[in-house]
């Protein structure tokens, strides 16, 4: 894979690149490099570029996390409670209680069963398609910054064996 040229300007001279890994999101790219002395990671998005480096002496651990989809749990819970509460609603103003019906908000029954629906559809969803990632541990380390994405990809994993062969386990040719 080709270097970037803002990259290759940062490394000293005794610094090469051993390893590389892009992840690739809708309108960015962020590349990590291992190379003999740190990890760089470097993001290009439409309107702006950072760099970050972690030396491999700062990092504590590289974990595999497993998490839900929160985004698609959040909707799914709002969509579900709200579904629910109008349901409810709607059952408590078909019985003699006179007063209660002035708080339902207007609405059929139906569109109140698929939010409930669609609340529990993205729930389903968000425990299907779990977020999994590789996670650099370093302290004071923003977390958010140092995920690898995409780990079922080969080369993720070959990054990741670099990296821990580098840091972890000391190859001889680590300086």
């Known amino acids: 894979m080709p270097v970037d040229e803002y990259v290759l300007n940062l490394l000293s001279p005794k610094e090469k690149i051993e390893d590389s890994y892009k992840s690739r999101g809708l309108f ?35 974990e595999f996390e497993e998490k839900l989809n929160l ?54 969803i968000s425990v299907i398609f779990k977020q999994y990632y590789f996670q650099f541990c370093a302290p004071s380390l923003k977390l958010e910054q140092w995920r690898l994405y995409d780990n079922q990809n080969q080369n993720a994993k070959d990054f990741i064996s670099t990296i821990r062969r580098k840091c972890f386990f000391k190859d001889k040719n680590n300086n």
């Open 71 to 124: 985004t698609f749990l959040i909707s799914g819970a709002l969509s579900l409670g709200w579904g629910l509460i109008h349901l409810l609603l709607y059952y408590l103003a078909s019985q003699p209680l006179g007063f209660i019906s002035w708080f339902i908000p207007k609405g059929s029954i139906e569109s109140f069963s698929y939010l409930f629906i669609i609340g529990i559809f993205l729930i389903i």
């Open 28 to 62: 960015s790219s962020t590349i990590y490099y291992a190379t003999n002395k740190r990890i760089i990671r470097y993001y290009s998005g439409i309107f702006s570029k950072s760099f970050r480096d972690l030396d491999y002496r700062s990092l504590v651990s590289i």
